[in-house]
């Protein structure tokens, strides 16, 4: 379970962690570990983005601002056999 709420640039284990940069989004659920966290980072980037939070644009916000690519873990992942980048959204 995934709850994509307060997005801010650092990790909210640090201070400070920044303040949020898109609206709240939600939460996710999956037993796929790598298909979660690539829903959710697809989700991140189709969020409106808080005015005056960033001037980073989609695809990969989270990325840019920290000047890597967000998918370096979870393509790694999918290719130890951890779960699958592919994933279908279920609103509920």
């Known amino acids: 379970m995934n709850f994509i709420q307060d997005v801010v640039p650092y990790c909210d284990c640090a201070a400070p962690s920044g303040n949020p940069v898109v609206q709240d989004v939600g939460m996710a659920f999956s037993l796929d570990p790598v298909a979660i966290d690539k829903a959710s980072l697809d989700l991140i980037d189709k969020s409106p ?8 644009k ?3 916000i989270l990325g840019k601002m920290h000047h890597t690519n967000s998918l370096v873990h979870l393509e790694t992942a999918e290719k130890l056999g951890m779960g699958s980048l592919k994933y279908k959204l279920i609103p509920v």
């Open 58 to 60: 989609p695809p990969d």
């Open 49 to 56: 983005i808080i005015p005056g939070a960033t001037s980073t």
